[in-house]
């Protein structure tokens, strides 16, 4: 599913995509950072925008909510986004947990959710349901909590406001296996109601979560099409993730990054 034509398969095509990029191009203090990105996110569950250190992930996103200069076209449910500011395209229904959580450390649980606060009827319901510790944890200082635990802060504040679509940046960095495997288990019944973008490096995470992706490289989109198969394609996974794999007994082949296998 490589080439030029850049085929789409999986789930959902361009027509039924929720969110559309085409040649986004990114130049940063004259460094050009993105050269062509082309994407479709799907209207319904986890889409993976994958690629190695560097590719041009996160700045891929940080353009979607206008945290960088960018041109070319980004449409999110029929709306162009690529001439508005942040506020703008978070007003859309966009909601964004950034690599670094952007967790205000001395403030509590509970005013890391209320400065999310965008809507009259914050969804508190839905989140406190799926992360049942942040209500425990709701008078504790946000820089107090574990890593995992600052994730589900940043994951939650996205659920608050009733977003058509939630972009995580590498939700799973810096975090224990077992905690990823919650957060896999979190952002699978997320998805269930709400579309997930997912900047990931752990593939073991992705393998789990399904879905469709997309593989940049070097500032380019080169390759779209469903996780799983490209996780299969053992040549594939190496040439654009510059993974190995191992073989289980009687099992197929299982792609191995250099971070936490589930
Ligand atoms: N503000 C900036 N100024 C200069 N170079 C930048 C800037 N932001 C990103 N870059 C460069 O652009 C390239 C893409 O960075 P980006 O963070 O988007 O990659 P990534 O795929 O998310 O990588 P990683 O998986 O390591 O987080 C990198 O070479 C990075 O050093």
């Not at 979607?64 to 041109?71: C, I």
């Amino acid at each position: 599913m490589t080439g030029n034509s850049l085929p789409v398969c999986g789930q959902g095509g361009a027509d039924e995509a929720l969110l559309t990029v085409r040649g986004l191009r990114v130049v940063i203090d004259g460094l050009h950072i993105l050269h062509g990105v082309d994407l479709d996110v799907a209207p319904t569950g986890v889409t993976a925008l994958l690629g190695r250190n560097g590719a041009g992930k996160t700045t891929t996103v940080k353009a979607v909510m206008g945290l960088v200069p960018r041109t070319g076209s980004i449409v999110f449910a029929g709306t162009e986004l690529s001439g508005l500011p942040t506020h703008l395209v978070v007003r859309q229904g966009i909601g964004y947990a950034p690599e670094d959580r952007g967790i205000f450390a001395g403030l509590t649980v509970a005013e890391n959710l209320r400065l999310a606060e965008r809507d009259g009827a914050p969804a508190y319901r839905l989140v406190h349901e799926l992360f049942p510790e942040l209500k425990q944890r709701s008078g504790q200082l946000a820089g107090t909590l574990s890593g995992g635990q600052q994730q589900m802060v940043a994951i939650g504040r996205t659920l608050l406001n009733g977003n058509r679509l939630i972009i995580a940046d590498e939700p799973t960095k810096g975090l224990a296996p077992k905690i990823v495997a919650e957060v896999a288990d979190v952002l699978a019944r997320v998805a269930e109601s709400v579309p997930v973008l997912l900047v990931e490096q752990n593939l073991a995470f992705v393998r789990r979560l399904g879905g469709a992706c997309a593989v940049l490289a070097d500032g380019r989109t080169a390759h779209r099409g469903d996780t799983a198969e490209l996780l299969a394609d053992e040549a594939a996974a190496r040439r654009l993730l510059g993974v190995g794999s191992r073989r289980p007994a009687g099992g197929s082949a299982v792609p191995v990054t250099t971070e936490v296998a589930l």
